[in-house]
């Protein structure tokens, strides 16, 4: 028993080494490029966790249209993530800008909901209108169609009074 806590005394020991932070990368992407970059990261997850088969039937290549967008590539992204995820408080701050502008996008995108719903409704109620208004027209249509039915029948021949038994 002595011996197994022993060798976890020393195991403990050798595993709290000191942790080495990643050094600043020399192509270290700006912390506004970061935010901008890190938004679009979250746009292509939350489209691939939307609809990630339509994605690879077409085959489009998300990551790509990122790294092309920025002109960065995926190493220098690796690298500066890293860099920024070392430093908890550099890194809290960008992801703060990044959740508001995610905010500020869906609060664009709801606004912009909103005014298609208002559209579908008024070109839904002037459906209903033009609706109404043919099933008018076409009522007035036939009461016209009836009167005129009605003046073209023969009338019935009345007998005359003197003709009366």
């Given amino acids: 028993?002595?011996?197994?806590?022993?060798?976890?005394?020393?195991?403990?020991?050798w595993s709290c080494q000191d942790v080495k932070?990643?050094?600043?990368?020399?192509?270290?992407?700006?912390?506004?490029?970061?935010?901008?970059?890190?938004?679009e990261v979250y746009l292509v997850n939350a489209a691939r966790s939307f609809d990630n088969r339509t994605i690879m039937d077409n085959k489009m290549k998300l990551?790509?249209?990122?790294?092309?967008?920025?002109?960065?590539?995926?190493?220098?992204?690796?690298?500066?993530?890293?860099?920024?995820?070392?430093?908890?408080a550099t890194y809290d701050k960008l992801f703060l800008k990044v959740q508001e502008r995610m905010q500020a996008i869906k609060k664009n995108v709801d606004s912009l909901m909103l005014v298609r719903v208002k559209e579908m409704e008024e070109q839904r109620i002037k459906d209903s209108i033009s609706v109404v208004s043919t099933d008018s027209a076409l009522a007035d249509s036939n009461q016209l169609k009836?009167?005129?039915?009605?003046?073209?029948?023969?009338k019935l021949i009345e007998p005359k009074s003197d003709q009366l038994p």
């Fill in 21 to 39: 932070r990643p050094e600043i990368p020399a192509d270290l992407i700006p912390e506004e490029q970061m935010v901008d970059v890190l938004t």
């Fill in 63 to 88: 990551d790509s249209f990122i790294y092309k967008k920025f002109d960065i590539d995926s190493l220098q992204f690796v690298r500066s993530n890293a860099y920024y995820t070392s430093n908890l």
């Fill in 146 to 154: 009836i009167k005129d039915t009605i003046k073209v029948r023969p």
């Fill in 1 to 13: 028993m002595r011996n197994i806590l022993t060798v976890i005394i020393i195991f403990f020991l």
